[in-house]
């Protein structure tokens, strides 16, 4: 038998502090916007118009901010991979997905994606790779974690430029390259 899940009626025109619906029918809606354009939903999209924002060049950020972003895109890739192969403690998922994850592996991941890479693609790259950043990998080395930086510098623009394809086309390219078969 099912059972639909009721939620509190809330009036429509804000009165209760509101912006006239609930967050849950915000979000529903700016993912089905999303989904007109791009033919299915696109994270970025719906987050931009859940959460508006000043709008900026892309190629007007720093690497380090590109990597920032795309460090976390990335983990959110292996990841979901890593779940999606099986439902398993945390610390097996976390032990699996750190073989990926890692400036080590990122860095013989995009060694091997070079020659993949368009011209923008390797601009960034050189870009994020040729940064300052102001820490450094604990299990790295400074090439190895430089290189990494460069890769999520790659991955980041692209997620930014809504183009996620073309950044899974590459996760997926670069571990068969690097032999990291997940």
């Keep these: 038998m099912e059972e639909s899940i009721k939620t509190p009626d809330r009036p429509e025109d804000g009165r209760d502090g509101s912006l006239g619906m609930n967050a849950g029918d915000r979000c529903g809606q700016a993912w089905e916007e999303a989904g007109k354009n791009t033919g299915r939903g696109s994270l970025l999209a719906a987050i931009k118009d859940v959460f508006p924002g000043k709008q900026q060049d892309i190629r007007s950020y720093s690497p380090l901010t590109l990597a920032y972003i795309g460090d976390v ?27 990926y994850v890692s400036a080590g592996a990122q860095s013989r991941i995009v060694q091997t994606l070079m020659d993949s890479f368009t011209e923008e693609e390797q601009s960034v790259y050189r870009r994020g790779k040729n940064s300052k950043p102001h820490t450094t990998a604990k299990n790295a080395s400074v090439a190895d974690y430089l290189k990494a930086t460069g890769f999520e510098a790659v991955i980041g623009y692209l ?19 690097a032999g990291l078969e997940i």
């Design 73 to 99: 895109v990335y983990d959110l890739i292996i990841r979901t991979v890593v779940v999606s192969r099986a439902n398993r403690p945390v610390n097996n998922l976390h032990r699996i997905t750190v073989r």
């Design 159 to 177: 997620y930014l430029a809504d183009n996620m394809e073309r950044a899974l086309y590459l996760v997926k390219k670069g571990i068969e390259l």
